[in-house]
């Protein structure tokens, strides 16, 4: 019996092995292999759709988180590319002030040199002076002593006594001041020598300070060399990165228009629960409460309980004017459309999505909201011309089109639900919708401002409506 009862676990554990999803097998891999497209695709065809979707959401987290980790990396690399930056641009000042400053102190270095050599000039000059003085007192010092070793009868013989003394008077005071003269160029000569000593310590200082210039300059210009290669490196590493985004993007992209393929939206509208899954998923891409967007839709575009229903009730008829007609009375419809504002992007939308989609819309057949009838001292303001669930003028969708493409990864369609829902949520983004969804709310319907009746004709019951839909929301999640 024992035996038997271990045989029977073992093949129950060995049939649930087969029984269990393919996400067993999924988690058991790594997330960048499985969640590539051509995986998706294959593990999708072999799979039913809940556990296709599964997989598709669990990519789809999965590439958010990637988003993510790459933008923090590219903030971080782009902040040491910007410090890189300026540490070559501060090298480069630096070398510039030095190569100034070298420039300078060279310029003093040969005013010195002039200096020098003027001085050595004077002072040679000056020492030639004193030979010249010296041989001049060695004349006259010869000239006393043969005075002084005559005899007195010879001095009798060729001069008076008279004019003897005469003359030694006269040499004697000419040696003193031949002296004093001496004395005083020999002070002008240490003096000179002393300046050129001076001017010599001082060119010598120069040239030392300009050596270490040098070296500084050099060992800056390494530096920035070195600092200019690592910045190379940071820059190829950012553009890497920012490829690795755009790669990221793309693959998310793709599975967001694929996870929206699996939402099978009809026409005429979309059950509750159905727009519930649409606007948790706009949740998760713009950070949108998926209620206060659902109840906006619904204030816009529901019909016998059904979001994106009433897309409208008016085509346009005279493009000059912008008149339509009502659809079901076939009457005439005034300001259906600004003529000038949205008339030329509505147009634009049609033949696009014709082209891009292989459509065959007509402009004057498409549905869009008729004017609500306003004025304002007797005169009309304001213009119909919404257009599909979201309920966008033509001259706004054009603002989001490329935006909504880059999430669905096709055309975008103001009349489809899926591309409205998205519209709605990138749009109440900007809006503000995550502080404030009241204002957000009223900016939607009427612009920057607003009546009193207005908000209690639209933005109160906005807000009443999305405390309902997060009560119902939070029990489907349950």
């Excluded at 309920?391 to 975008?412: C, H, K, L, M, N």
Aim: glycine share 6%; with cysteine; proline share 3%.
């Amino acid at each position: 019996m024992k035996d038997f009862l271990k045989i029977f676990f073992l093949l129950t554990v060995f049939a649930s092995a087969f029984a269990l999803p393919k996400l067993f097998i999924f988690a058991q891999e790594q997330l960048s292999d499985i969640c590539q497209i051509q995986r998706i695709e294959a593990s999708c065809n072999n799979s039913d759709p809940s556990q296709c979707r599964e997989l598709l959401e669990k990519c789809d987290e999965y590439y958010k988180q990637e988003a993510a980790k790459i933008s923090q990396d590219l903030s971080k690399t782009e902040k040491e590319k910007q410090t890189l930056q300026n540490k070559v641009s501060s090298l480069r000042k630096q070398i510039q002030n030095l190569e100034y400053q070298i420039y300078q102190s060279n310029l003093m270095i040969g005013d010195l040199g002039v200096q020098i050599k003027d001085t050595e000039v004077s002072i040679n000059k000056t020492s030639l002076h004193i030979d010249d003085i010296k041989d001049k007192l060695s004349s006259v010092i010869r000239k006393i002593n043969e005075e002084d070793n005559r005899s007195l009868v010879e001095v009798m013989l060729s001069e008076g006594l008279s004019e003897f003394f005469d003359n030694l008077v006269s040499y004697e005071s000419l040696s003193f001041e031949t002296q004093a003269l001496l004395e005083d160029i020999k002070s002008l000569k240490d003096t000179l020598e002393n300046q050129k000593q001076s001017l010599d310590s001082d060119k010598g200082n120069l040239e030392d300070q300009v050596y270490l210039q040098t070296l500084q300059k050099n060992q800056n210009s390494d530096l920035k060399t070195q600092q200019e290669y690592y910045l190379k490196i940071t820059e190829a590493e950012y553009q890497k990165q920012l490829a690795e985004k755009q790669k990221i993007e793309i693959a998310a992209a793709e599975i967001r228009s694929r996870l929206f393929e699996l939402i099978g939206v009809p026409e005429g509208g979309i059950e509750f629960g159905k727009a519930v899954e649409i606007a948790l998923y706009v949740e998760r891409t713009t950070e949108v409460r998926a209620a206060f967007l659902l109840s906006i839709l619904a204030q816009e575009s529901m019909n016998q309980g059904k979001i994106g229903a009433n897309v409208g009730q008016c085509y346009l008829q005279n493009t000059n004017t912008g008149d339509g007609i009502y659809i079901k009375s076939g009457k005439t419809a005034q300001r259906t459309m600004n003529p000038t504002r949205d008339i030329p992007p509505f147009l634009e939308i049609i033949e696009e999505l014709n082209r891009a989609k292989g459509l065959v819309r007509d402009p004057f057949g498409t549905p869009v909201s008729c004017w609500i009838a306003a004025y304002s001292y007797g005169k009309p303001y304001g213009w119909g011309g919404a257009m599909g669930p979201a309920q966008f003028i033509p001259s706004t969708w054009v603002r989001y089109d490329d935006r909504i493409s880059g999430i669905t990864g096709i055309a975008a369609d103001p009349w489809d639900i899926k591309d409205a829902f998205v519209a709605a949520g990138l749009y109440l983004k900007d809006l503000g919708a995550e502080n404030n969804e009241f204002k957000a709310a009223m900016k939607y319907f009427s612009g920057s401002s607003w009546t009193w009746a207005e908000e209690q004709s639209y933005g109160n019951p906005v807000i009443q409506r999305a405390k309902q839909y997060q009560e119902e929301i939070n029990l489907l999640s349950q």
